[in-house]
């Protein structure tokens, strides 16, 4: 997967969890200098010592049984700092890893294998359980905590899907850059009259010592037997586990695939049982090597039965057959070319399907703020600065905005929220391979985005910007506060305050003994008797609410001067009196109204706004903006 998205355009920063062979004691540099060359940025975590060890209680592992404090520090650490767009863990004992990344990363668990099967298997070749083992219900919680999960072949997604309801695409390994050295390996003929020769390249696996070795003991057997010219030459380190009387050239570690298998006539696969799909298999198919697999091994291709051997004395048979009758190699090449090139399609097709999986779960929200001015639209600017943090935790976000708007704010916005220009935006409008858009309308001026946008794009108008006093919802927007607490500190909505010119707050910044802050719509004298005699005091400040640029500039006062108490005597309605509502909560401004006003004696304002974003956000994002697919599975 890591490749793929290399592959599709992504910077690749690759987090190695080092515990296993020689890394449980030092640093590997030369391991190190390979993955510098593959991925953008590399970044090693050693492991504690309680990585890879067996079960505490001697049966299984829990879930997070192996999590290591310093991996999750450093995933704290960066992703405060930095933004991801997708996060991709191998195998469901780091899927921990996903609760310390925000929302907004597409999160994405690569199945190498289904531990809670993994029991069995070995009790079928009578081994006790190695690596990782956990229960059934434990891996399931963990498979669920991503958002894609990547099945390596199509009985394994198709079970997955059925244990866990998540949407799961198959996408079977194959690594299409084999296939520049498989000329080498194409020969008509065998490579020495007197005998046939047999390769096999493994790890150290149980599954793969025990196959091998059984293997061996059916050959010792027939060979004996039939004195048939068999040759093994075996690569990788699962030689040193095996016994036997048969001549058998050890070459240990390989740098390639090819250069083992240039030294043979035939691959052969003998893992006869063990869960996941068999990477050597797919390597021999892009390499067009011929070769003889077990039924096991072969399982997720389309090999003909032929090829395939459901034990180690069937292909142990096959083997003496080659080396007895030298039948052309070509003819095995054709079933072997045949099923490359069917992997290949699969594979292809699944990677396309989790790249636009990816894309769909990542659409970005556009906000345009183009035509709002840092003075005269200074309420509304600070109202989704002060929110855009909490929005960006689950979206990649991209303001919009004026030029004056820009130079204030746009060095100080927090990561992973960007801002253009409204003429860059339309140019990027243009691009054919731009994902989906879903574009948030502010001040319900966007007809010149609306006229480029494309099916599959998201056109929403936030209306309760539409005039101070509207009553008109704000669409899925419309259920947030005006404002986030985030306010208080957040860079961006500090340096919007800082850019209103002192002259347009003099009235209330600059009036002696400030004691109450009134809004009244219309003039004074419109007032009832009741309203005028409750504001009829000395170190009041009035401003009417039929005034725009006065009312929004007096409810931002309220972060410069506190009164001693503010009174709303208008009509309570509409994204003003919220914002009035909202300022005075967060500074712990006393507000009153009309004695008659429902609105006050009912409690509309929540005392917690960041209790009342962290509730609302998330219903929003995960349920008002996000188009849920339909579950997936890519058969191979």
């Not at 929302?103 to 289904?114: Q, S």
């Not at 036997?244 to 006539?265: I, S, W």
């Not at 799909?277 to 389309?302: C, N, Q, R, W, Y």
Request: charged share 25%.
């Amino acid at each position: 997967m890591t490749r793929l998205l290399k592959q599709a355009g992504y910077h690749i920063t690759f987090l190695l969890v080092a515990f296993e062979d020689h890394w449980y004691w030092r640093h590997d540099e030369a391991t190190c200098e390979i993955l510098r060359g593959q991925w953008d940025e590399v970044h090693v975590v050693y492991a504690h010592r309680g990585v890879g060890t067996p079960p505490k209680n001697g049966v299984h592992h829990h879930l997070d049984e192996w999590w290591d404090a310093d991996l999750e520090a450093m995933l704290r650490n960066v992703s405060g700092r930095r933004v991801f767009d997708v996060a991709v863990v191998h195998n469901v004992w780091l899927s921990k890893a996903f609760d310390f990344l925000p929302r907004r990363t597409v999160r994405v668990l690569e199945t190498h294998d289904i531990f809670w099967k993994r029991p069995e298997a070995f009790r079928r070749i009578g081994q006790a359980p190695e690596f990782f083992i956990c229960n059934k219900p434990d891996e399931v919680f963990g498979i669920r905590r991503a958002d894609i999960v990547v099945a390596i072949q199509q009985k394994e997604g198709v079970e997955l899907l059925h244990a866990t309801g998540s949407e799961v695409i198959t996408v079977p390994f194959y690594d299409p850059t084999l296939e520049a050295e498989a000329p080498r390996l194409r020969r008509r003929d065998y490579l020495a009259p007197g005998k046939v020769s047999f390769g096999f390249l493994a790890s150290p696996n149980i599954f793969n010592i025990t196959g091998f070795q059984a293997l061996l003991t059916e050959l010792e057997r027939r060979v004996g037997e039939t004195f048939a010219p068999v040759d093994l030459v075996v690569g990788g380190r699962v030689g040193e586990h095996v016994k036997t009387t048969l001549a058998m050239r050890k070459l240990g570690f390989v740098p390639t695939e090819a250069d083992l298998y240039e030294k043979v006539d035939y691959a052969i696969a003998p893992v006869f049982d063990g869960t996941g799909f068999k990477i050597k298999t797919a390597d021999a198919l892009a390499l067009e090597m011929p070769s003889l697999f077990s039924t096991h091994s072969a399982d997720g291709t389309v090999l003909d039965p032929s090829v395939q051997f459901d034990s180690p004395a069937a292909m142990a048979e096959a083997m003496i057959e080659l080396s007895l009758r030298r039948p052309p190699i070509s003819g095995n090449r054709v079933h072997v070319t045949r099923a490359r090139l069917a992997l290949g399609a699969s594979t292809a097709a699944g990677a396309k399907l989790f790249i636009d999986s990816i894309a769909r779960r990542s659409e970005p929200l556009v906000i345009d703020l183009s035509t709002a001015h840092p003075v005269s639209d200074s309420l509304v600017l600070q109202s989704f600065l002060s929110q855009i943090r909490i929005y960006s935790e689950r979206r990649a976000v991209t303001l919009l905005l004026s030029p004056e708007a820009m130079r204030v704010a746009a060095r100080v916005l927090p990561p992973g929220v960007g801002a253009v220009s409204m003429d860059s935006f339309l140019d990027a409008l243009g691009q054919p391979d731009r994902p989906n858009l879903t574009v948030l309308d502010v001040l319900g001026r966007t007809s010149a985005i609306a006229e480029r946008l494309r099916p599959g794009d998201t056109l929403i108008w936030d209306q309760r910007w539409a005039g101070y006093s509207s009553d008109r919802p704000g669409g899925v927007f419309g259920m947030l506060p005006v404002f986030h607490s985030n306010l208080l500190w957040e860079p961006s909505p500090m340096s919007m305050r800082k850019a209103i010119p002192k002259a347009a707050l003099a009235r209330i910044l600059e009036a002696p003994a400030l004691q109450r802050l009134v809004f009244v719509e219309g003039d004074l004298g419109d007032l009832t008797r009741e309203a005028r005699a409750r504001s009829n005091w000395r170190g009041t400040v009035y401003v009417r609410t039929d005034d725009w640029t006065s009312l929004q500039n007096a409810i931002m006062s309220l972060s410069l001067r506190k009164p001693e108490e503010v009174l709303w005597l208008a009509p309570a309605r509409g994204v003003a009196f919220r914002a009035a509502l909202e300022m005075c909560a967060l500074h712990r401004i006393p507000l009153s109204g009309m004695a008659d006003d429902a609105c006050f004696r009912s409690g509309a304002l929540p005392h917690n706004l960041i209790q009342e974003n962290d509730k609302l956000v998330p219903q929003i994002f995960d349920e008002g903006l996000k188009r849920r697919p339909a579950k997936l599975l890519v058969a191979a």
